[in-house]
Antibody, heavy 124, light 111 residues
Framework: EVQLVESGGGLVQPGRSLRLSCAAS????????MHWVRQAPGKGLEWVSG????????GYADSVKGRFTISRDNAKNSLYLQMNSLRAEDTALYYC?????????????????WGKGTTVTVSS | NFMLTQPHSVSESPGKTVTISCTRSSGSIASNYVQWYQQRPGSSPTTVIYEDNQRPSGVPDRFSGSIDSSSNSASLTISGLKTEDEADYYCQSYDSSNRVVFGGGTKLTVL
């Protein structure tokens, strides 16, 4: 069974850092581009960042560029999101999502598998 | 950069047909594929349409997608509405800087 399990969320003070992880199983992780997508309470989906299968291509939303860093460890079947200088507006449920085509661009192909998400709350 | 604008909510009766629009603010809607995701309350999103009008396996043919260059919009049409179709629906594309763009979402009520 293809599965994505996010972890690392929690309550953090504004200005602090947090690192999210996404453990992948049931597919050949290093073949697929991956994404982080977030959803603030009661709000819509917001794309955060995407990374190609070999980390050669990476993109960020303007709202997080310069503060967040996406990375992956294909040997560990894991995706990460390092979040620095956190703000109240970063409070959200953070989803990890897989793209559908092997070795495809992260932005071009749709997201076919999503995790259940991990909650990040930024508050003093 | 562009935005994808969706109606905040739509409602229709079971058995009827509903169409949800997704209008691109600048640039051609035909330039980049549009996907549609369904998110039921308390659940993660799932794909119902990809590449403008393609259905993933397992998605019933009651779901269809299209694009209209004259209105610069994409549409998701659901026919034979069922109560289980009640959900939030999001369109998605990407821009020239390779950033993924989501629409604001449409809440579908089947009453």
């Amino acid at each position: 069974e293809v599965q994505l399990v996010e972890s690392g969320g929690g309550l953090v003070q504004p200005g602090r850092s947090l690192r999210l992880s996404c453990a992948a199983s049931g597919f050949t992780f290093d073949d697929y581009a991956m994404h982080w997508v977030r959803q603030a309470p009661g709000k819509g989906l917001e794309w955060v960042s995407g990374i190609s299968w070999n980390s050669g291509s990476i993109g960020y939303a303007d709202s997080v560029k310069g503060r967040f860093t996406i990375s992956r460890d294909n040997a560990k079947n894991s995706l990460y999101l390092q979040m620095n200088s956190l703000r109240a507006e970063d409070t959200a449920l953070y989803y990890c999502a897989k793209t559908t085509v092997p070795h495809g661009d992260y932005y071009y192909y749709y997201m076919d598998v999503w995790g259940k998400g991990t909650t990040v709350t930024v508050s003093s | 950069n562009f935005m994808l604008t969706q109606p905040h909510s739509v409602s229709e009766s079971p058995g009827k047909t509903v169409t949800i629009s997704c209008t691109r603010s600048s640039g051609s809607i035909a330039s980049n594929y549009v996907q549609w995701y369904q998110q039921r309350p308390g659940s993660s999103p799932t794909t119902v349409i990809y590449e403008d009008n393609q259905r993933p396996s397992g998605v019933p043919d009651r779901f269809s997608g299209s694009i209209d260059s004259s209105s610069n919009s994409a549409s998701l049409t659901i026919s034979g509405l069922k109560t289980e179709d009640e959900a939030d629906y999001y369109c998605q594309s990407y821009d020239s800087s390779n950033r993924v763009v989501f629409g604001g979402g449409t809440k579908l009520t089947v009453l």
